[in-house]
């Protein structure tokens, strides 16, 4: 489905964030992409959506290409109209349009009004939450409405790869639970998922491949019962003890010693 | 029916209506703010840019106008023995349409570069597309008033006339009780028309994706919306609306009419009934222009007495505008800001 070879990214011409990272997601998989806060997570997400120009973001080397295609230097729209579909991070609905109108510009890329329509009422079937306030005005809406009506509005596009930037950021562990949920349920219907998460715990569990990524560069790779098996993930980004009791504060100091992948 | 009119009419004492010129002077000056208004929301709504050219657009689609229906008679020149109303309605046609590429062609060249800028930023840089092309357009126009060719002439419709009974068409000797331009009448229509499409417009698909693209240009793009495509159809509408509205500000009640060199300056009059209306609510702009354009009416026709003078009626809107902002800051439709409590 989706492979990124040895993509470099530099950001107002000096900034190099991405260091030649390869992924690929296989068509019909979950994977995730797992990193800590300026690993280079989102800068990989708007590289692969087109995103990067407005954040005065270049690729200066490797190759994006979906099913085959080289879609490097495409325009944002013509890889949505191909079959990319990304959620944002931090949520980002229309605040002032209503729940109706956010999906119905979630689809300005479809003119065909019947297949508006079976992706709308694929979306509400699936998140009879946002059925409830269609009317509602966006920005009123709750943490985990808003997230829905992001996915939601992701799906009207109809993706074939849809991409989601942390989408269990700011929200209660059981809502965390639920978008989970959401991502399998998603992923049964035939659409491959890249899931960037900082929860590890979460993306590992129903990834069937994991990638880690630090200061732009891949460090780890993988299957996901391995990655959780690991050492340092347990240590770095599920939080345990090597002796798989929880950290307490006054242990803080230990997360300077070196990481065993560094050296 | 035995209405005081009719009694009036027959015993020929007609006295005209001050009230009613009052009124007809409103809707009037109504119609043309809210025009006004209009085109300046569809900018703000679409683009979250402050269109100081908006006047100066006005007055260059009048003269675009003026062009078409008089000064080279295109396409009339070509249809001779056709109606006269319909060479005009084409010759508005065809201006109407150079004025929205000329509103795209501004957006490519001076705005587009200015995507993702500070909003105050590109507000400034409308400021001087407003001098070009004011300028411009003034040296065009010349010293002259350029009339706008239309058909409808000093034609009135007469209400309560003295020999031509409750209603009908009223010469220009006749006495009546009140006289509605058929501009007037035209403007209403055409006003009605134009705020319907508009409202109609925002609920397509092309207009929610302009309102989206307003909010959250990024999220907008990740959607698969091209800003530049939506920036380029905003600004095509907005000159065609700043157009009709020079049309109407040429047209009544600034008899003679005619597109000149005060025609820009004008427009700007329309601001307090976009800042009344809320900046991007196409109601607010409507109610707005009315709501001064009536005052103003009002105003000008009883509050003349002492130091107050007859100019005071284009004091009025400022007035209005600030007491209504005192309670209403956002305006009288405008969006507040959302925050979640």
């Known amino acids: 489905m989706l492979a990124v070879e040895n993509l470099e990214v530099v950001y107002n011409d000096v900034v190099l964030v991405l260091r030649g990272i390869s992924i690929e997601v296989p068509d019909g998989k979950i994977v995730a992409l797992l990193g800590a806060n300026g690993a280079g997570k989102t800068t990989t997400l708007r590289a692969i959506t087109g995103l990067l120009d407005i954040h005065e973001g270049d690729v200066t080397k490797g190759e994006i290409r979906l099913e085959g295609v080289d879609i490097t230097d495409e325009l944002p729209s013509k890889r949505v109209r191909r079959g990319i579909s990304q959620v944002m991070e931090g949520r980002r609905v229309f605040a002032e349009l209503t729940v109706d109108d956010n999906l119905r510009a979630g689809a300005y890329i479809n003119r065909n009004a019947s297949k508006v329509k079976a992706s709308y009422d694929r979306v509400m079937t699936m998140f009879p939450r946002l059925a409830e306030r269609k009317t509602a005005t966006a920005g009123y809406l709750s943490g985990g409405e808003q997230q829905m009506l992001a996915i939601g509005r992701a799906l009207m596009q109809d993706p074939k790869l849809l991409i989601l930037d942390e989408p269990s950021l700011g929200l209660a562990p059981f809502l965390v639970q639920e978008v989970r949920d959401v991502i399998v349920d998603i992923n049964s219907q035939g659409v491959s998922v890249l899931l960037i998460e900082q929860n590890a715990n979460m993306a590992l569990t129903i990834a069937d491949h994991g990638y880690i990524m630090e200061n732009g560069k891949m460090v780890m790779d993988g299957d996901p019962t391995k990655l959780l098996k690991d050492e340092d993930v347990k240590e770095f980004y599920l939080g345990y003890h090597t002796t798989g009791e929880q950290k307490s504060f006054r242990d803080v100091k230990h997360y300077k010693r070196r990481k065993r992948w560094l050296s | 029916m035995t209405s005081g009119l009719l009694i009036l009419a027959q015993e020929s004492t007609v006295v005209p209506s ?104 590109v507000a400034i840089v409308t400021l001087g597309i407003d001098i070009i092309v004011r300028t411009i357009t003034n040296d065009f126009i010349g010293q002259t008033s350029r009339p706008m060719g239309d058909p409808f002439g000093l034609k009135t419709v007469g209400l309560g006339c003295a020999n031509g009974g409750f209603i009908g068409e009223a010469d220009l000797v006749e006495l009546c009780t009140v006289r509605i331009p058929w501009t007037t009448v035209f403007q209403m229509i055409l006003t009605i028309a134009l705020v319907a499409g508009v409202a109609m417009f925002f609920r397509s698909r092309t207009g929610i994706a302009m309102r989206a693209t307003a909010w959250d240009q990024e999220v907008a793009r990740a959607q698969g919306i091209s800003v530049g495509r939506i920036f380029a159809t905003a600004w095509a509408i907005g000159a065609v609306m700043a157009a009709i509205g020079g049309l109407f500000i040429s047209m009544f009640p600034r008899r003679p009419g005619g597109v000149d060199t005060f025609t820009a300056f004008f427009a700007f009059r329309a601001f307090p009934a976009i800042i009344l209306g809320g900046l991007d609510s196409i109601l607010g702009a409507i109610v707005g222009g009315f709501a001064i354009g009536f005052a103003e009416s009002a105003a000008s026709t009883y509050l003349t007495f002492g130091f107050l003078g007859t100019g005071f009626g284009g004091v009025v809107p400022y007035i209005v505008m600030l007491l209504v902002l005192l309670i209403r800051p956002y305006g009288l439709f405008g969006t507040e800001e959302i925050r979640r409590v």
């Open chain 2, 18 to 121: 001050e009230f009613g010129r009052m009124v007809v002077n409103g809707i009037s000056l109504g119609a043309i703010y809210a025009i006004l208004a209009l085109g300046f929301v569809i900018i703000f709504k679409a683009t979250q840019v402050l269109n100081f050219a908006h006047g100066a657009l006005s007055a260059m689609g009048a003269f675009l106008i003026a062009s078409f229906a008089t000064i080279i008679n295109v396409p009339g020149r070509w249809m001779e023995g056709s109606p006269v109303w319909l060479q005009w309605v084409l010759s508005v046609v065809f201006a109407l349409v150079l004025a929205a590429l000329i509103g795209m062609a501004l957006e490519r060249m001076f705005l587009r570069p200015m995507i993702g800028e500070a909003l105050f930023a």
